[in-house]
């Protein structure tokens, strides 16, 4: 659905993920279906990704659905950084989602998000929005131990315009990435 919206818009749509074989499987369900959105995919990290490209253009939305441990999404954060040019806006996915089961590790996609840009940043609540009893919820968890914290959101949306650089970013990397953004945003 992604792809479509961006086919109609023109735009170029980028596919991330660290796993060939969920892109390969991913073109496959692509060409079952009959999209022409052709994506440009990418094997790796965002951080790679950031690394392998100079983009001349400025990526609308940035939605960060991979890795869903509190550390991954940090760090998807901060590679958000990394891109030569800024995103008008950064999607999550899974805002709310917990588990009980160890094996997942510690997944808390809003504490990242928080912790990062504050805990007042302006955000928009996106997707499917839950009460005080969803399902799957802590009492009555999934069979594989995720689940929704009460009155939570499936996604949120931020634009980047609204927040300060993440807090983790060293001091020299702050300068220099509000220095090349400034002048990209002056000259777009
Ligand atoms: C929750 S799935 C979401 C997939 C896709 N967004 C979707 O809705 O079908 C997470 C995906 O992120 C990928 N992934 C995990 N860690 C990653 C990372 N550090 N960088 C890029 N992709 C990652 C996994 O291989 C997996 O395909």
């Known amino acids: 659905m992604l792809g479509h919206l961006c086919e109609q818009l023109g735009w170029p749509f980028h596919v991330i993920d660290i796993n060939q ?9 692509l060409d079952r279906v009959g999209d022409r959105s052709a994506p440009i995919f990418f094997a790796g990290t965002l ?5 392998a490209h100079r983009l001349d253009y ?7 659905d991979a890795n869903h441990d509190y ?13 030569n040019r800024r995103p008008h806006f950064a999607a999550f996915h ?5 588990s009980s089961n160890p094996a997942h590790g510690n997944i808390r996609v809003d504490r990242a998000i928080h912790d990062s840009w504050g805990a ?3 955000l928009e609540r996106i997707g499917i929005q839950f009460g005080p009893d969803p399902a799957p919820s802590r009492q009555r968890p999934s069979p594989s131990g995720s689940y929704w914290e009460a009155n939570g959101s ?3 949306m931020i634009a980047l315009a609204d927040v300060g650089l993440p807090a983790d970013l060293g001091l020299l990397r702050r300068l220099r990435i509000m220095a090349n953004w400034r002048d990209k945003v002056a000259s777009r």
């Not at 074989?21 to 369900?29: G, N, S």
């Not at 400025?58 to 960060?64: G, S, V």
Request: charged share 30%.
């Open 94 to 98: 899974d805002y709310s989602l917990r």
């Open 21 to 29: 074989a969920y892109i390969d499987l991913t073109k496959t369900v």
């Open 47 to 51: 951080k790679e990704f950031a690394q």
């Open 154 to 156: 499936e996604a949120v």
């Open 120 to 122: 007042r940043l302006p």
């Open 58 to 64: 400025r990526i609308n939305t940035i939605l960060i």
């Open 71 to 83: 550390e991954f999404v940090r760090k998807d954060i901060q590679s958000i950084y990394s891109l």
